[in-house]
């Protein structure tokens, strides 16, 4: 009985060491009743009308008394954990709104380097379509030479064919 006593005890300080890993990491984790997750898990749930350590013919009306309220919480204390999830709903609202709020700027911060990448796409185009113009007028000048070269050629050219008078 003894050594089973240990190794129930054994098992209780493991628990109660993964919560505390846990519970360091996660803040989300519900500190309340800890002690009594930790023995449900090593020891299973309660059996009905047996209180756990008492032996096995205590039972919770001998232990606590008829009129005890020990698993019922109190009116202040309903209304303390009414406030505790009250106080975490609107924590999480704010979170909720921080949360939108950075979405939104991040949005528009998009919205305006996305713009201004069309700007700039738009100015390099318009240079490119600027820099054809220009190419074509060169080239348009360049033929207009070649002609005008050409047809001093052919007059140069019906000169020398013509007799001499």
């Not at 998009?110 to 069309?118: I, N, P």
């Not at 054809?132 to 047809?151: F, I, T």
Request: glycine share 4%; aromatic share 6%; proline share 2%.
């Amino acid at each position: 009985m003894t050594s089973e006593v240990g190794e129930i005890m054994e098992k209780l300080k493991e628990k109660k060491a993964e919560y505390e890993v846990i519970t360091s990491s996660d803040s989300s984790v519900n500190l309340e009743n800890i002690d009594n997750r930790i023995i449900t898990e090593v020891l299973g749930p309660e059996r009905y009308g047996r209180v756990r350590f008492q032996g096995s013919g205590v039972t919770l009306t001998q232990y606590f008394g008829s009129g005890s309220q020990q698993y019922m919480p109190s009116g202040t204390q309903a209304q303390a954990e009414v406030q505790r999830l009250r106080d975490q709903i609107a924590q999480m609202q704010a979170n909720t709104v921080e949360q939108i709020v950075e979405v939104q700027r991040k949005y528009e911060e998009l919205q305006q380097q996305l713009r201004a990448e069309a700007a700039e796409r738009e100015t390099a185009a318009a240079a490119r379509e600027a820099e054809a113009r220009a190419m074509v007028a060169e080239q348009s000048k360049k033929y207009d030479d070649l002609q005008l070269q050409l047809q001093q050629m052919m007059h140069m050219f019906q000169q020398s064919q013509k007799p001499p008078s």
